[in-house]
């Protein structure tokens, strides 16, 4: 769905807002200038709907003009949200960053006219105090050691023979594969169509991701994949032996790749799987052969568990920074879980190079 934005009228029209329809229509005006300028920068439909409706519920959670707000006000916003109408914690987080973004914008570009036409000073609602830190900080998403990983996959495998219904049993355990060998992210996998498999690029072929994650709700982001540990074999595998199965629509190539068992009435082909789907998939597989991690293993899971395996082997930071699309260095950082002893041998190899390397200048 696109953003129809009103036309915005010139702010610094020589008047004052005095009556209760001049405020609502100044409001509307302030809004509006900002989501321009989100659409100006980038931003996507999607993340410009979200913001235009958190302002609004906070104006009407307000019940006064929204440059009147004082942090007091986003305080017991913020805390209704949590206690009140139970929100999960990312929810409260986007919503206190959404209204900081806006009261930024207002007081940056606006506030001399906002002074000027109400004789109010707009301030910064959200705060050091108030704002919440990212929703996922200090909740670590440690995966499973690789011996348990390679049973649960092991299991999986030969269960697929005997389970109910074949197809999407496998397609979910491929799902599931890209997961733990490649990093990508859950909506990354599902929206892949046939074309995106190029094993016509560099030594192990590569997968399109056109669904990346964007920074600030500037929409997907792009990358190319390596499909480097076995993930090559198996998509190949899936592509020859599996997908035909679904229906006639794998030769074309703007079929998805992992589809439902479903046909698009439309257009004939088969329709995409949703997330619910692939996560009900590992969680069933879970549930059978690794118990213990029934409720903590989830698609994100394995995607540190990728990332941690991939640093373990070697691989450096810098190029797992590249494999799971991550903007900063510091993100990746957060996926590496490693052994107890890591420490300890990085110690003792790092004193091993340096005996060698003196060594070597003393003969």
């Excluded at 005095?18 to 809004?31: H, K």
């Excluded at 707000?69 to 206190?96: E, G, M, S, Y």
Aim: aromatic share 10%.
């Amino acid at each position: 769905m696109r953003v129809e934005l009103a036309v915005v009228r010139s702010l610094g029209a020589p008047r004052r807002v005095e009556t209760s329809q001049e405020r609502e229509d100044f409001e509307q005006e302030l809004v509006d200038q900002y989501l321009l300028a989100a659409v100006g920068a980038g931003v996507c439909d999607a993340t410009v709907n979200e913001n235009r409706s958190v302002i609004f519920e906070f104006a009407r959670f307000l019940g006064r003009p929204v440059w009147t707000a004082q942090p007091q006000d986003a305080d017991v916003f913020l805390a209704r949200q949590r206690t009140v109408l139970d929100r999960a914690r990312l929810t409260v987080q986007h919503k206190a960053w959404a209204l900081a973004r806006f009261y930024d914008f207002v007081v940056l570009r606006y506030q001399g006219d906002v002074h000027r036409l109400t004789g109010h000073v707009v301030i910064q609602v959200i705060d050091e105090f108030n704002r919440p830190a990212k929703a996922d900080y200090g909740v670590l998403r440690v995966p499973p050691p690789e011996d348990e990983v390679e049973a649960l996959f092991a299991a999986w495998r030969a269960w697929l023979p005997h389970a109910r219904k074949f197809l999407p049993a496998v397609r979910d355990y491929l799902a599931a594969s890209l997961w733990r060998r490649t990093g990508l992210r859950i909506r990354e996998t599902y929206m892949l169509d046939i074309r995106d498999w190029r094993r016509d690029l560099g030594e192990y072929g590569k997968i399109h991701v056109r669904y990346g994650k964007g920074s600030r709700g500037r929409g997907p982001k792009t990358r190319l994949v390596p499909a480097i540990n076995q993930a090559g074999d198996l998509l190949d595998w899936w592509l020859a032996d599996v997908r035909h199965q679904f229906g006639g629509d794998y030769a074309s190539l703007d079929a998805p790749l992992l589809p439902s068992e479903r046909h698009d009435p439309a257009t004939g082909m088969c329709s995409r799987i949703g997330d619910q789907a692939l996560r009900d998939g590992l969680a069933n597989a879970v549930a059978r052969s690794l118990p213990e991690w029934s409720g903590r293993l989830s698609p994100h899971t394995l995607r540190h568990f990728c990332a941690s395996s991939m640093y373990a082997r070697g691989m450096d930071l810098k190029a797992i920074q590249e494999l799971l699309g991550h903007e900063w260095l510091s993100t990746t950082t957060r996926y590496i879980h490693v052994h107890a002893d890591h420490i300890e041998h990085a110690w003792a190899n790092a004193n091993a190079r340096v005996t060698a390397r003196l060594g070597a200048e003393m003969r």
